[in-house]
């Protein structure tokens, strides 16, 4: 019953905030963030600044997580290189009866060391799209502010014939 009178906000969308060609930076982002939750009657003035400070604490955290992803996934790299240094010298001296054990050890690790590279790879995308425009991240950050963490339920899936819902919310193509 209270559900009526529960005012309704919009969901945020990459496509709104404009200039679409020009990256978001920190600075942009807090004044769209502002400006936005005043727009739509979310924030009163005297709570903006207390809320841009999470803002702000929020983007470097998302940005120091980013960054140890990156330095982990190094990390299992080259501890996988210097495992696969290893068996490489053991299998130079080992006995018949070792050899194939250690040859299944290498190929796994060679798989692994594959897998981490692609990882890495991702991880470095992430955050030099995170560096280089906050857009995805504000976004997401302001909905989930105004409709919670599971925002993205709230909305009408496309159809399968239309935008796929990344692109639609985020600007992605596929």
């Known amino acids: 019953m ?8 919009p969901i945020l969308t990459v496509s709104m905030i404009t200039p679409a060609d020009q990256p978001i930076t920190t600075t942009d982002a807090m004044k769209i963030f502002k400006q936005h ?3 739509i009657g979310y924030l009163e003035k005297d709570e903006l600044s207390e809320h841009v400070g999470y803002l702000s604490d929020d983007i470097k955290g998302h940005g120091q997580y980013l960054k140890d992803e990156v330095t982990n996934t190094k ?3 080259q501890e996988a290189k210097t495992e696969l240094a290893n068996l490489k010298k053991k299998l130079a001296t080992c006995s018949e009866d070792e050899k194939e054990d250690i040859e299944d050890g290498i ?6 060391l594959e897998i981490a590279a692609e990882d890495l ?3 470095t995308n992430k955050l030099a799209e995170f ?3 906050k857009r995805v991240f504000l976004v997401d950050y302001i909905n989930t502010q105004v409709h919670g ?3 993205m339920s709230k909305l009408r899936l496309p159809h399968k014939k239309t935008q796929p819902l990344g692109e639609v919310l ?3 193509t596929r």
């Open 2 to 9: 209270f559900e009526l009178f529960k005012k309704k906000y």
């Open 37 to 39: 939750m005043l727009d």
């Open 75 to 77: 990390e299992e790299i």
């Open 107 to 112: 190929e796994l690790l060679v798989g692994e």
């Open 121 to 123: 790879e991702k991880h």
């Open 131 to 133: 560096k280089k425009d």
């Open 149 to 151: 963490d599971d925002w």
């Open 170 to 172: 985020f600007g992605r």
